[in-house]
């Protein structure tokens, strides 16, 4: 079934996301060198829908000449002035810290650019947790929203990297109303632990190390394999009996790599969309690809916006 059909015949899961995110006031969002017409517009439909309200950092001149362009009204929106993609990410870090917004937007500039200034050891945006990246994925073929993590950020990440990158999925998941106890499926190639795999040992150990509250919200369960992560008779089959196989709501990857090639075979095969957030920095950020539907950019935004008001929601009340 195509996507536009399935659109047409049910709500899908990122619907029901953005109508949640339309039910709470729109979040101030810093909106990193919006200079193409897919970036900008991409602000303009989220402030539209009442999810954001933005503001745009770049030059101001190339900014008013694609809104013009392509018929995108930003007058009600406040640009702040930066030459160019490397200048806008780190002015934008700088309103984060002066308070202007309680998320940050990628624009047309590059990840790196604007991860160099999120993750800058003096003036950056680090926070004592790992930052690290999930696809939130709407799978037409799964009854669940499907989180990936870390497809983006961390190449090789170690254990604890592993225990932060976790911790953050299981954050978001449960703070944007997903629900609790999200199921945590540690992927390996095999569901058995061996030591010609080491992923199948860290798995093993990061289930331990829920077990004993250095991992706290979720139900872990690893090594499994990918089939019987999602799949309830390829865990039957292998007689695997957890709360989390085959029916698994966080999916944890070995690698940047191994994440990267499932969310493009989800996306591609599957027809999945998917909705990228970067979690660990002071604020949430919207990590969109020029290859990303107008839907799924305005997905990332809608869970972003849930994930900070959440925040807010907990943020500790300063005495008078």
Do not use: W
């Not at 202007?100 to 050891?121: N, Q, V």
């Amino acid at each position: 079934m195509s996507t536009e059909k399935r659109q047409a015949e049910s709500p899908s899961k990122y619907d029901r996301l953005i109508a949640a995110a339309r039910a709470v006031p729109p979040v101030p969002t810093v909106v990193v060198y919006p200079c193409d017409e897919t970036s900008l517009r991409g602000a303009f439909e989220s402030a539209r829908t009442g999810i954001i309200q933005p503001v745009l950092v770049g030059p101001r001149g190339k900014i008013t000449d694609i809104a013009r362009k392509f018929d995108i009204d930003i007058s009600g929106f406040e640009i702040a002035e930066a030459e160019d993609g490397e200048a806008a990410a780190t002015r934008g870090v700088e309103l984060i810290h002066a308070a202007k917004g309680e998320m940050l937007m990628k624009g047309s500039l590059h990840t790196d650019e604007l991860m160099r200034a999120i993750t800058a050891k003096s003036g950056g945006l680090r926070t004592e947790r790992r930052i690290s990246h999930v696809f939130v994925m709407d799978v037409p073929a799964y009854a669940e929203t499907i989180f990936v993590t870390d497809a983006a950020i961390n190449i090789f990440p170690d254990l604890d990297a592993k225990r932060d990158i976790i911790q953050n999925a299981i954050d978001l998941y449960t703070q944007t109303g997903f629900g609790k106890l999200p199921r945590v499926a540690i992927l390996s190639a095999v569901e058995t632990v061996t030591s010609k795999i080491p992923s199948t040992i860290e798995a093993a150990a990061l289930c331990k190390m829920a077990d004993r509250g250095q991992i706290t919200g979720g139900l872990l369960d690893g090594p499994l394999a990918f089939d019987n992560a999602v799949d309830p008779d390829a865990a039957r089959i292998k007689g695997i009996k957890s709360e989390v196989a085959g029916q698994a709501q966080i999916l944890v990857v070995p690698d940047l790599e191994a994440g990267n090639m499932l969310a493009k075979n989800l996306a591609y095969f599957a027809k999945a969309d998917g909705a990228g957030i970067v979690l660990g920095a002071r604020v949430p950020v919207v990590l969109t690809s020029r290859a990303d539907t107008p839907r799924a950019r305005m997905a990332s935004c809608a869970v972003a916006s849930l994930y900070a008001h959440a925040r807010r929601q907990h943020a500790p009340t300063v005495a008078a």
